[in-house]
Nanobody, 115 residues
Framework: QVQLVESGGGLVQAGGSLKLSCVAS????????MAWYRQTPWKQRELVAT???????NYADSVKGRFTISSNNAKHTVYLEMNSLKPEDTAVYYC?????????WGAGTRVTVSS
């Protein structure tokens, strides 16, 4: 069974940095794509960044220039490096993997940015 486990969340001051990691286990196949989403109690879950197996990336406008998504296909791991964090980046961040047409989600890691 495929499982995704995120890590790296925490509390940081505005302007600071965090790096999130997500490991996909339980599949011999490299995910076709992986992505980071985030959600707050007052907003729907929104896409933050995606990366394909060929490392083509895409970002939400709100994080362009501040966040960087990367991956290690051999380790079935995706990362999200977050710089110049703002209070509005506060959310639970979720990892998603697409493997053989199936979507898998992690349980999320909380990021809190204090002003």
């Amino acid at each position: 069974q495929v499982q995704l486990v995120e890590s790296g969340g925490g509390l940081v001051q505005a302007g600071g940095s965090l790096k999130l990691s997500c490991v996909a286990s339980g599949s011999a196949f490299i995910p076709g794509s992986m992505a980071w989403y985030r959600q707050t109690p007052w907003k729907q879950r929104e896409l933050v960044a995606t990366i394909t197996k060929l490392r083509v990336t895409n970002y939400a406008d709100s994080v362009k220039g501040r966040f960087t998504i990367s991956s290690n296909n051999a380790k079935h791991t995706v990362y999200l490096e977050m710089n110049s964090l703002k209070p509005e980046d506060t959310a639970v961040y979720y990892c998603k993997a697409l493997i053989l047409g199936m979507e898998y989600w992690g349980a999320g890691t909380r990021v809190t940015v204090s002003s």
